[in-house]
């Protein structure tokens, strides 16, 4: 069955520490990765996303995560990080053979940021 | 736009009661989900709707049925509610194998 792995499920870091997140996602087809965040108290945003081109992508608040293909994996990295991104954080994935438009979501990572 | 909305905010019910969950969006999206969403669990999916008049069930439909007569609207519907079902859920919409758009949620509890 198709999943989505994300390495850690808690992650404490002090304001300007550098940030990445794990992503491994088990399809080996045509896919669009996406990141997520969620915010204390708030719904699910979209970070940023892949679809194809520059394996590199930049996103908002200053993320950016880099896919690797031979990896299958999608890490989200932010250099320096801010109180503010005290949230959780998800990997998405939705695979071409679903006809694009099932989305398959990792367990999620919470981000804590001391200030 | 006001994207995708979702009533009530809260709710606590009684186990065996039954709801109705609403929710609708404005921008024309074919494709609606249904999550619920439970500490460390990520999300799950429930149901999803490719398009008026069709719906499929995702991992977890037990207890839980929708409708789809307009693009707009997705109902969930719990009966027979059970202290299981106590959780976030979350609506989603989507274009079309690209980013979903998501309601702000409805915290459900059963008692």
């Known amino acids: 069955a198709q999943s989505v792995s994300q390495h850690n499920h808690h992650v404490i870091l002090s304001e300007a520490a550098s940030l990445e997140l794990g992503c491994n996602y088990s399809y080996g087809g045509t896919v669009n990765l996406f990141w997520y965040v969620q915010y204390p108290g708030q719904h699910l945003q979209l970070l940023l996303k892949?679809?194809?081109?520059?394996?590199l992508v930049k996103g908002i608040k200053g993320f950016e995560a880099e896919f690797i293909k031979s990896k299958f994996s999608f890490n989200l990295r932010k250099p320096s990080v801010q109180w503010s991104d005290t949230a959780e954080y998800f990997c998405?994935?939705?695979?071409?053979?679903?006809?694009?438009?099932?989305?398959?979501f990792g367990a999620g990572t919470r981000l804590f940021v001391k200030a | 736009n006001a994207g995708v909305t979702q009533t009530p905010k809260f709710r606590i019910l009684k186990i065996g009661q039954s709801m109705t969950l609403q929710c609708t969006q404005d921008m024309n999206h074919n494709y609606m989900y249904w999550y619920r969403q439970d500490p460390g669990m990520g999300l799950k999916l429930i149901y999803y709707s490719v398009g008026a008049g069709i719906t499929d069930k995702g991992e977890v439909p037990n207890g839980y049925n929708v409708s789809r007569s307009t693009t707009e609207d997705f109902p969930l519907r719990l009966e027979l509610a059970a202290p299981s079902q106590t959780s976030v859920y979350f609506c989603?919409?989507?274009?079309?194998?690209?980013?979903?758009?998501f309601g702000p949620g409805t915290r459900l509890t059963v008692l």
């Open positions: 989603a919409s989507m274009a079309g194998y690209n980013e979903q758009f």
């Open positions: 892949y679809f194809s081109g520059d394996p």
């Open positions: 998405a994935v939705c695979p071409g053979n679903t006809g694009g438009f099932k989305t398959i």
